[in-house]
């Protein structure tokens, strides 16, 4: 099987509770618990509302120790909302954007990033656009013609390439300018037997 090999284009971290954006660095500190310095670096998380399968509040394991989006896809998002300025990995929360992976958000699930430090993600589920996100890049941006975005056009815009969460399998460093080895998740032969 051919080794399908992207880019890191860029890495962030966030630490407020606040503000979902999340600023450029130069690297993260991938840990089992997540990035090193990041708020969405912990084993646990708390649930919320609507989203998931348990009770708001409930205390679960973290399947979303990380966030990443492509570049091609942000430009995607980015002509379909017509904005007048790029959309940006870092207003949208996320940790990694990479380039050169087609249909990054359409990975599956166990899908394994694998960087040259060793260390690894795995991908745990597609990251769906929310309205709260939609809210905020409507008050940031304007279209090209100087007009105000509508709220819900980021949720339709990035309805299939919003990005990805998972969580980090083998701990290490990830620079930017990084390759990434892309390893999709396959099925093993045996399940074909039943």
């Known amino acids: 099987m051919k080794k399908n090999i992207g880019y890191v284009e860029s890495v962030y971290l966030g630490s407020s509770e606040k503000d979902v954006d999340k600023s450029n660095c130069q690297s993260l500190n991938a840990q089992l618990s997540g990035f090193v310095g990041d708020r969405h670096g912990f084993f646990e998380r708390e649930t919320w509302e ?3 399968k348990q009770p708001e509040g409930t205390i ?9 989006v492509s570049a091609e896809e942000l430009a995607g998002i980015t002509k379909d909302m017509d904005l007048a300025e790029p959309l940006q990995a870092g207003t949208l929360g996320a940790n990694l954007c990479f380039s050169g992976i ?12 694998r960087f040259p430090s060793g260390a690894e993600l795995m991908v745990e ?10 809210e ?8 090209n ?8 056009a980021f949720s339709s815009a990035a309805k299939y390439s919003r990005g990805l969460v998972g969580v980090i399998e083998v701990p290490g460093m990830i620079i930017s300018g990084d390759t990434v080895e892309v390893i999709p998740y396959k099925s093993p032969l045996w399940l074909g037997k039943f």
């Open 125 to 134: 589920e597609y990251n769906p656009p929310c309205l709260d996100m939609g």
């Open 145 to 152: 013609k100087g007009q105000k975005i509508a709220k819900v």
């Open 60 to 68: 679960r394991r973290n399947e979303r120790q990380w966030s990443a």
């Open 50 to 52: 609507g989203d998931d």
């Open 136 to 143: 905020k890049i409507a008050s940031m941006h304007t279209s």
């Open 102 to 113: 087609p249909h990054f958000s359409h990975l599956p699930k166990g899908t394994v990033l």
